[in-house]
């Protein structure tokens, strides 16, 4: 397919398990973006590919959180020792490259952590 | 630090024309977004206005005042299909986080017959 895909689309987990979300990028677009939709919230910026890259980390909500990406395609976001406050929708997003405007997202994984 | 506010819910019926606003206050700017989600599905690119005035798209407008930090998003015609959450975005290109967009809560947009 052309768009972004990410897999799984839901993963139930229990408290304290590691989990790894994946994200594969629209081919060829440098920048990669994810965010978290928590129920009834508004998209809460994470992480920020340029090419293989994180300039910018800061959106991460504690250090239990990590992303890499290589091949400056396939980005995977983990997250060590689950809790239940990290329920919520991870939507990986896209562009040809960062000053590009318009940002393709992916469908999203569910997480639910019980 | 970054804040931008859009009503949380709203509805309208068929056929009517709608008006969702939304009021920003950030650190950066450097273009503001409208995206379109259904339930479950991800955001779908509605409009982006980096300067001032009115940008039509068929059924769909919107505008912006960067003097005022406010954009509305005009839909026109209402369908059923337009029951979804419009995302209100901003782009800013401070630091090093590419021009990382802050999203509003959403507005829950519901049409009815």
Known sequence: GAGVS????????????DVELRCDPISGHTALYWYRQSLGQGLEF?????????????GLPS????????????????????QQ???AVYLCASTL??????QYFGPGTRLTVT | GQNIDQPTEMTATEGAIVQINCTYQTSGFNGLFWYQQ???????????????GLEEKGRFSSFLSRSKGYSYLLLKELQMKDSASYLCAVRDPKGNAGNMLTFGG????MVKP
């Open chain 1, 6 to 17: 990410q897999s799984p689309s839901n993963k139930v987990t229990e408290k304290g398990k």
């Open chain 1, 46 to 58: 994470l992480i920020y590919f340029q090419g293989n890259s994180a300039p910018d980390k800061s």
């Open chain 1, 63 to 82: 250090d239990r959180f990590s992303a890499e990406r290589t091949g400056g395609s396939v980005s995977t976001l983990t997250i060590q020792r689950t």
């Open chain 1, 85 to 87: 406050e990290d329920s």
């Open chain 1, 97 to 102: 490259r960062s000053g590009s405007y318009e």
């Open chain 2, 38 to 52: 259904h339930a479950g599905e991800a955001p779908t690119f509605l409009s982006y206005n980096v300067l001032d």
């Open chain 2, 106 to 109: 959403g507005t829950r947009l």
